[in-house]
């Protein structure tokens, strides 16, 4: 299927999402035979009225690509569209006999001359139906090269050249006479019998070779050319300090030195604006560096911050089989690129702006610009939340609201504050193939997405979460990349296929879960690429921590095993520690959190699996503070308790793995995941008159599910609109309906990477008193779990029925703190009488009430409670602090004026400020290294009653009433 080469393909982690249905269809092209600048008439029948729908009433898309004369393919339609959404332009005009046709002029439709070959096929408008591929020559008489099989051909000077064509007309070859033409002077002639072949001696200048052929008794001709460069690089030493991708001069704004390492290339040009991509001259001719495979060249005279595109222009003298001489690819390194499929859809809202694509070009081009625009940051020293304290939002830009792009985090940074979240973890935004994916496509792992926003809108949420005291966290996917990826284009072959001598991906995965190229981790030049990814995100764009997709991935010992991919990989667990060591160079406290999904299955028998890499990951370097975190997927075990069946959720902690310390990133929903509310209505337990399938009744039971999973010592993930009840399967379709894996039967795809809906929004989910508890029950629990030291202490979960129960304490805390915590929750679908088995006796207070005034008498630690199916309780030996509304200061520390209009000083030194109004809801917060007097701005709140807690370098903490009138 040749849409496969050049469309976007979404992907979800593990699999492609294809599933389209293929169909013989007839196709008649008129007049025939035709040139180039005919217009042409595509008519096609014999439509399967089971896969079309209907032979008389089906939209039908035209996707075409096209050849030039030397046989390479040149490029696609550019009203194409995507390949899950057709372009109108394209459109078959339905003739109401069951016949469809498209009328065109190849030159004008491709914007392109020097066409030898259409192909073609006829796709549904979202790509779920598609006939077979067509093949088109172009003119009565077709000359096609055997040799060269490349264009253009580099040759050195004084070097020669063989040539050998045939010809076909209407698809037979034929006998006649040939001419070789070079720049327009006749330098050959003969007869072909069939074949011709002659060869060009002593070439010395660039120029175009043009073979003529006309078959035996016609006067009809036909033609075919390619370009001859001579080329010969200088050999020039890379100067110090330059890197690979852009080096701007810090001194001068009209000087930048570009650098492309490319083993294994001859030549390379350097194509682009600046030269008006016409490169071919010895300006332009990137220097070779000796010691190195590295191209270099130094630009000058370039206007201090205008907008400028470029490529590298690479040539091969002799390339690998069935792979082309030249390759047209943006820079790897590239932070910005420009894209001929993608950008013509970005809305200028999202991206104002956007520079044009430079005409007559091919693939994405790479933005250059001196002396950019400098963000001024707001927040310059953010303290990082604990790795104990982290309670993650996941969340997916496309599918978070209405505009999908950074704007909208930015607008509802109320939203996550509420809820009392302080890290937020976005889905992949660098530059993936197409507009609406999850990002695991991609493309440019330097390069920001455009269809999320600009470089700013994104610097400017970063800001705006630092300032509200979140921590941002980016997953990257750094075990693939995809076909536009100028690592996988430079050195593949004409289909796509990984070539031998390249320096980046292996031509067969060495795992066996991978999606798109794999890259070997094992090649120095990959490590660099990985590391300068990771020192670009951190140190341009600030961010505090990088989620590692499908890191089982990073090993070289694996290839079509699976049992081998799931044993211990001593290469895997070096290359990953070290990326984490460079990583936590750069930034002491950036969190470095794996994908790894680890399991205790030893396949090989070997005594070590790769659980045995996740606690090694978890405990390094843990006594200086460090430790990497691991995802731990407990989806299956708690939406088997949401839907009212016992299941056991004891490794949802980190001792149950064998971390030292709490680095297991714990979650019940993710988005490779089944939405809990979907399967708690489709599939919930039911006693007649409680029925978890009822909506409102599987809603009640997600607060149990908060206080049973985010309570748990470590950090803990949310995956968006868990919070509020989301019962939307993932495998919802663009158009509403449902397509589940198991129900295919269309062949259309389970539709689980499809643009979501947003009723959350479109349907005020907040003003729902059902989803809306769950939400405030959740910023409550939240709130408990990252201000409560004890919630940082030793754990014990008591699991494998209906009813868990989670005991917190830490035994350093005096007593007149709270220390112990007991989690109750019954999953049933009747009432239970539980047993708490209160650590001991006394007044326990209910923490979910923020008053602290509801409490219980305990005289027999194994006195019963009766719990209402579907409920929890969490008790502590006090009330939360956050419950008290009045605490006399340590150390003599003071707020002041109090009462105030619009902002507050503190006469010490402190770190962190958190506001909560007199619902315990966190409302504002500051994180920094604040100094005596410092001024906090509450302008904005509502006149009201206040708790301010603060906390100073030492971990000391404080708390004060403040009123703001």
């Not at 050998?164 to 072909?192: D, I, K, P």
């Not at 579907?870 to 003071?894: P, R």
């Not at 958190?914 to 504002?924: E, H, P, R, W």
Request: net charge negative.
């Amino acid at each position: 299927m040749k849409h496969t080469l050049l469309s976007l393909l979404f992907i979800s982690l593990y699999v492609f999402s294809y599933g389209q249905t293929q169909s013989d269809v007839s196709f008649d092209i008129s007049p025939s035979p035709f040139e180039e600048t005919d217009e042409i008439t595509i008519t096609v029948s014999n439509l399967d009225a089971d896969i079309w729908g209907s032979t008389n009433g089906a939209d039908l898309y035209l996707w075409t690509w096209y050849f030039d004369t030397n046989g390479n393919q040149a490029g696609d339609s550019p009203t194409n569209g995507d390949w899950s959404n057709s372009n109108e332009a394209q459109k078959f005009t339905n003739n109401g006999d069951g016949t469809y046709s498209f009328t065109m002029t190849p030159t004008e439709l491709y914007q392109d001359t020097g066409i030898g070959q259409l192909g073609m096929l006829v796709k549904s408008d979202d790509g779920s139906q598609q006939s077979q591929d067509e093949l088109y020559y172009v003119g009565a008489v077709t000359v096609v090269f055997n040799s060269p099989n490349y264009n253009p051909v580099i040759v050195e000077s004084g070097g020669n050249l063989s040539i050998s064509a045939y010809m076909q007309s209407a698809g037979t070859t034929q006998v006649g006479a040939f001419e070789v033409l070079y720049n327009n002077v006749s330098v050959a002639t003969g007869q072909g019998f069939p074949t011709y072949s002659t060869t060009l001696t002593n070439v010395t200048e660039s120029g175009t070779v043009t073979v003529i052929g006309t078959p035996s008794g016609s006067t009809e001709s036909g033609q075919s050319s390619f370009e001859i460069i001579i080329a010969s690089s200088v050999v020039e030493a890379l100067p110090e300090g330059m890197e690979n991708g852009i080096n701007y001069d810090s001194e001068d704004a009209t000087k930048a030195t570009l650098v492309l390492d490319a083993p294994n290339k001859d030549f390379v040009y350097a194509a682009g604006s600046f030269n008006d991509w016409n490169p071919y001259s010895s300006t332009y001719l990137m220097k070779k560096d000796a010691s190195s495979s590295k191209f270099w060249i130094e630009l000058n005279g370039l206007t201090s911050g205008e907008i400028y595109t470029y490529q590298y222009w690479t040539y091969t003298n002799s390339p690998a089989t069935n792979s082309p001489s030249e390759v047209k690819t943006a820079d790897p390194f590239s932070t910005l690129v420009l894209s001929p499929w993608d950008d013509p859809y970005i809305p200028e809202d999202t991206y104002p702006n956007l520079p044009d694509y430079p005409a007559g070009q091919s693939y994405e081009v790479t933005v250059l610009q001196t002396a950019q625009p400098v963000y001024d940051w707001q927040v310059t020293n953010f303290t990082k939340p604990k790795k104990e304290d982290l309670v993650i939002y996941e969340v997916l830009i496309r599918d978070f609201d209405s505009d999908r792009n950074f704007q909208d985090i930015i607008d509802k940074i109320d939203y996550f504050k509420d809820l009392n979240v302080n890290a937020i973890q976005l889905m992949p935004v660098m530059e993936f193939e197409g507009n609406e994916s999850w990002g695991y496509n991609t493309s440019f792992h330097m390069a920001l997405d455009k269809f999320y926003g600009t470089e700013a809108k994104l610097k400017e949420l970063i800001d705006t979460c630092h300032q509200n005291g979140i921590a941002v966290i980016l997953d990257i996917a750094l075990n693939h990349a995809f076909g536009r990826n100028p690592m996988v284009r430079m050195w593949s072959d004409n289909s796509g296929n990984i070539n031998a001598d390249n320096p980046y991906f292996n031509q067969t995965p060495a795992h066996s879960y991978n999606v798109g190229s794999d890259f070997n981790h094992q090649q120095e030049r990959t490590q660099y690429y990985s590391e300068r990814v990771v020192e670009h995100w951190i140190e341009e764009f600030k961010i505090d921590g990088i989620r590692w997709d499908l890191t089982k991935g990073f090993t070289q010992n694996c290839a079509n095993n699976e049992g081998c991919t799931n044993d211990y990989n001593a290469d895997r667990v070096a290359i990953l520690k070290e990326y984490a060591d460079f990583s936590w160079d750069l930034d002491a406290n950036h969190y470095v959190i794996f994908e790894h999904l680890g399991t205790d299955w030893d396949a090989n028998n070997d005594g070590q699996t790769s659980l045995d890499e996740e606690i090694e990951w978890a405990n390094y370097h843990i006594g200086e503070g460090k430790g990497i975190m691991l995802w731990g997927n407990l989806n299956h075990q708690y939406n088997e308790l949401t839907m009212g069946y016992t299941a056991n959720i004891t490794s949802m902690g980190h001792t149950s793995r064998g971390f030292d310390q709490p680095r297991l990133v714990g979650y019940a929903e993710s988005h490779d995941e089944e939405r809990l509310m979907f399967k708690n209505i489709q599939y919930g337990n039911s006693n007649g008159s409680y029925d978890v399938t009822e909506l409102n009744t599987a809603l009640e039971r997600m607060s149990a599910l908060g206080a049973v999973s985010l309570t748990i010592p470590g950090p803990k993930m949310i995956w968006h609109f868990g919070e509020l009840g989301m019962e939307n399967s993932i495998y919802t379709c663009n158009d509403g309906t449902v397509n589940l894996p198991d129900n295919d039967s269309d062949g259309t795809g389970d539709c689980k990477l499809d643009t979501k809906p947003q009723p959350q929004w479109s349907n005020n989910w907040l003003g729902d008193a059902n989803r809306s508890q769950i939400y405030e029950d959740w910023a409550r629990i939240n709130a408990l779990k990252i201000q409560e030291d004890v919630f940082e202490g030793n754990y014990t979960i008591e699991s494998g029925n209906l009813t868990p129960k989670i005991y917190i304490w830490d035994d350093t805390l005096p007593s007149t703190e709270l220390k112990n915590v007991v989690i109750l929750a019954n999953f049933d679908v009747v009432a239970q009488n539980m047993v708490p088995n209160f650590p001991y006796t006394g007044t326990w207070y209910d923490l979910m009430d923020n008053t602290g005034s509801t409490t219980m008498e305990v005289s027999s630690t194994t006195a019963t409670i009766n719990m209402a199916p579907g409920t929890f309780k969490i008790y502590g030996n006090l009330a939360a602090t956050l419950s008290i509304e009045d605490h006399v200061l340590s150390q003599g520390i003071k707020v002041y004026p109090n009462p105030t209009n619009n902002s507050f000083q503190i006469n010490k030194a402190t770190t962190q400020v958190a506001i909560y109004d007199i619902t315990g809801k966190l409302v504002k917060s500051f994180s920094g290294d604040f100094q005596e007097g410092h001024g906090f701005d509450i302008s904005n709140l509502m006149p009201s009653i206040y708790m301010v807690k603060l906390k100073n370098e030492e971990g000391q903490i404080a708390t004060s009433k403040l009123i703001k009138l």
